[in-house]
């Protein structure tokens, strides 16, 4: 139930707004999107599928998971185990609270911007429905628009066992509505079989 509709729209709008900004492209069905606005359309597009009764607290965290993503880069920290951990610490932080500000600007109070900027940083995760509901879609939506890209990138013999242990960390993070919806997506057969590989 969305308490104010014109407020949730507006705060959908700007958090596009802020992403369609973002350089990096990606081509899909022969256009060219930003990569993280196309990303946030469809985490909304896949939560209303997976859970079309989810709070607003959701709806709004799933729209701007990845707000503005580009500007803090991967490659800005160590490419170790430490430096992921400091990036993917960072970015929830910055997440919040890039997001926190377009919500405080379209009259969100700070009881909701402070759920929101929870879930964004995954809290009580396997605890919290909400939580575990946005870990779902993030990563039903990677498995069905990403798998095949991540697939390629460890596509050598060395790394399979690699890419394997990723699904299979994926996998764990998901709840059992999870695991069925993503046995229900519409894989190409090769990438049918690289999950079932996972999953053996």
Same mark, same amino acid.
């Given at each position: 139930?969305?308490?104010?509709?014109?407020?949730?729209?507006?705060?959908?709008?700007?958090?596009?707004?802020?992403?369609?900004?973002?350089?990096?492209?990606?081509?899909?069905?022969?256009?060219?999107?930003?990569?993280?606005?196309?990303?946030?359309?469809?985490?909304?597009?896949?939560?209303?599928?997976?859970?079309?009764?989810?709070?607003?607290?959701?709806?709004?965290?799933?729209?701007?998971?990845?707000?503005?993503?580009?500007?803090?880069?991967?490659?800005?920290?160590?490419?170790?185990?430490?430096?992921?951990?400091?990036?993917?610490?960072?970015?929830?932080?910055?997440?919040?609270?890039?997001?926190?500000?377009?919500?405080?600007?379209?009259? *969100?109070?700070? /009881?909701?911007? &402070? +759920?929101?900027?929870?879930?964004?940083?995954? =809290? %009580? #995760?396997?605890?919290?429905?909400?939580?575990?509901?946005?870990?779902?879609?993030?990563?039903?939506?990677?498995?069905?628009? *990403?798998?095949? /890209?991540?697939? &390629? +990138?460890?596509?050598?013999?060395?790394?399979? =066992? %690699? #890419?394997?242990?990723?699904?299979?960390?994926?996998?764990?993070?998901?709840?059992?509505?999870?695991?069925?919806?993503?046995?229900?997506?519409?894989?190409?057969?090769?990438?049918?079989?690289?999950?079932?590989?996972?999953?053996?």
């Amino acid at each position: 139930m969305i308490a104010n509709t014109t407020r949730f729209q507006q705060a959908l709008a700007k958090f596009d707004a802020a992403n369609a900004q973002d350089p990096n492209q990606e081509m899909f069905e022969g256009k060219s999107y930003p990569k993280e606005l196309i990303y946030a359309q469809r985490m909304t597009a896949m939560l209303n599928q997976f859970a079309p009764d989810a709070t607003e607290a959701v709806q709004l965290a799933s729209r701007c998971q990845h707000i503005c993503r580009w500007k803090s880069p991967r490659d800005a920290y160590p490419m170790d185990g430490v430096g992921y951990k400091k990036w993917r610490t960072d970015l929830y932080k910055f997440h919040g609270e890039t997001a926190g500000a377009i919500m405080r600007e379209v009259g *969100y109070d700070d /009881d909701m911007i &402070s +759920k929101v900027q929870a879930l964004l940083r995954k =809290e %009580k #995760l396997k605890v919290n429905p909400d939580t575990q509901m946005l870990e779902d879609v993030v990563d039903l939506v990677f498995l069905q628009h *990403y798998l095949a /890209d991540f697939v &390629s +990138k460890y596509s050598s013999r060395y790394e399979e =066992e %690699k #890419l394997l242990d990723i699904l299979r960390k994926t996998w764990r993070k998901m709840s059992e509505n999870g695991h069925a919806a993503a046995l229900k997506l519409n894989y190409t057969p090769a990438m049918l079989a690289v999950v079932k590989k996972a999953l053996a």
